[in-house]
Every structure is written in structure tokens, then in C-alpha cells.
């Protein structure tokens, strides 16, 4: 498929009550990261599009996908009333200025990934770097204060490498090229079970946890058309465990 001039992709996607849904929102992707958000035989899929349609039709509304070039894009067109609704959004005071933030969906949690070493189980992210562990990251992921913290560390600069794909972290640690690797859990584990890679665990310290929300227009959505998006998420919370559940095992 092309993007067109605008960069913009509409990808028409009907809710069970398609004949019966209040109104059509429109929801903003911006990149494909699986199990959240991937194509699979032509279509979107993954975690946060199955939350995205459980909770806008539990809600009463349809869903139609606009996907973007970049978050940036995403977050333009959201303020202008281009689109109704961007999924997993950590907060900030910056988004939260021309948006509403709904109620949390799901956890972003950072981990650390591992072929696992008994005497460095109970170590936190500065132990392991003060036992010379090299670590792999990703530049564009926030990992936390802490994290940031020790990343101005010049002493720990050749041990905090910078990788920038997913597949790229996994084969150095698979090659024991590296010790570890720090990403988002439910990918991580997701690529992992992919591939059918053996041994490689989560070490016990979480490095970052956040809560993940929809963004929500300010221009284009109702007072009641939020309310009744909050309390899907609130009343469906069980479902979305499922959802997360059917992609990764824990």
C-alpha cells in the first residue's frame, strides 16, 4: 500500500454493532510495534487494536484507522481535530495541554532481559553496571529517571550501548555478545516466544513502569462521548487481560 500525499492511510475497520454505534471515531496509529500494533494477511492487528475495538464498540462508537508516519504526525493531527483518539499514550504535561488522557488501559513496563546468572539476581540496574555488565538500549525509549540518571554517567557510557531495533538486541544477547538487553516486556517476550528462543528470562528488577492511556481530542469528542470511553476501560478490564494473554504468555 501507498501513502498518499498527506501520508495519511485510512484503514476502515467496523465494530460488531456496526449498524448500531453512536458515531465513527477516527484513531490514529502511528507505527507498528508488535504485538501492540502489526499487519497480519493485509489487515491491523494486536493487542492495542483488540482494545481499541472491545472498548470503542463497548462504548457504542465504530473505529476507523488512520496510520501515520510518525508519533509527531499523530499527536498534529490529534490537536487539530484530525483524529478523535491516539492509543497508548504515556502522560506527560505536554500532551496532556491539548488532549485528554482516559483512564489507564494497560502497563508499559521496561525489563531487563537475560541469560541468568545467580549472583547478579538480586541486583538493581546500577549493581549490574558496577559489575561491569554491558547493556543493550534503545535510543528511542524512555526507560525512567533512574535509568536516565545513570545514563549521564560517564563511567558507564561504554556499558550502556545504544541498539536500535528489537531483533538487532536479541540476536547480541543470543550471540553472547552482550549481557543483557532492557525493552518493553510484552515485545521482548513476544520476539522471544517468536522465535522459539530458549533460556533467555526476565531478571527480577523492573527498570521502568508506566501506565498507558488513549489520548482523546479536545475539539472533536464530548464530555459524555469520554465518560462513556472511561467507563469501557473501567468495566472491561478482565477482557483486556485476555487480550494481552492471546499475544504473550507469561
Same mark, same amino acid.
Given at each position: 500500500m501507498r501513502l498518499s500525499a498527506l501520508f495519511l492511510l485510512t484503514v476502515f475497520v467496523f465494530s460488531n454493532s456496526v449498524f448500531s454505534c453512536d458515531k465513527t471515531l477516527k484513531v490514529g496509529i502511528s507505527q507498528q510495534w508488535a504485538p501492540y500494533v502489526f499487519?497480519?494477511?493485509? =489487515? !491491523?492487528?494486536g493487542i492495542d487494536i483488540d482494545v481499541v475495538n472491545l472498548v470503542l464498540n463497548e462504548a457504542g462508537f465504530c473505529?476507523?484507522?488512520v496510520v501515520m508516519p510518525s508519533s509527531k504526525r499523530g499527536f498534529t493531527e490529534l490537536k487539530h481535530g484530525k483524529v478523535d483518539l491516539l492509543p497508548a499514550a504515556s502522560y506527560s504535561t505536554e500532551r496532556d495541554s491539548f488532549s485528554f488522557f482516559s483512564e489507564p488501559y494497560r502497563n508499559e513496563v521496561m525489563r531487563l532481559f537475560w541469560y541468568p546468572? &545467580?549472583? !547478579?539476581?538480586s541486583l538493581d540496574l546500577q549493581g549490574l553496571l558496577e559489575h561491569q555488565q554491558v547493556i !543493550?538500549?534503545?535510543? &528511542?525509549?524512555? @526507560? &525512567?529517571?533512574? @535509568?536516565t540518571h545513570l %545514563? =549521564? =554517567?560517564p563511567k558507564y557510557k561504554e556499558l550502556l550501548v545504544t541498539v536500535p531495533s528489537l531483533r538487532q538486541r536479541l540476536a547480541m544477547l543470543v550471540a %553472547?555478545? $552482550?549481557?543483557f538487553f532492557v525493552d518493553d516486556e510484552l515485545a521482548g517476550l513476544y520476539l522471544i516466544q517468536k522465535n522459539n528462543q530458549q533460556g533467555i528470562e526476565l531478571h527480577p528488577y523492573i527498570v521502568n513502569n508506566d501506565s498507558v492511556h488513549f489520548m482523546l481530542s479536545e475539539t472533536t469528542l464530548l464530555a459524555e462521548d469520554r465518560a462513556a470511553i472511561n467507563s469501557a476501560i473501567i468495566n472491561n478490564q478482565q477482557a483486556i487481560t485476555e487480550i494481552i494473554a492471546?499475544? $504473550? %504468555?507469561h
Open positions: 499487519t497480519q494477511n493485509g =489487515e !491491523l492487528t473505529a476507523t484507522y546468572h &545467580g549472583r !547478579l539476581e !543493550l538500549t534503545n535510543s &528511542g525509549s524512555y @526507560f &525512567g529517571s533512574d @535509568f %545514563k =549521564e =554517567e %553472547k555478545r $552482550v549481557d492471546r499475544y $504473550v %504468555k
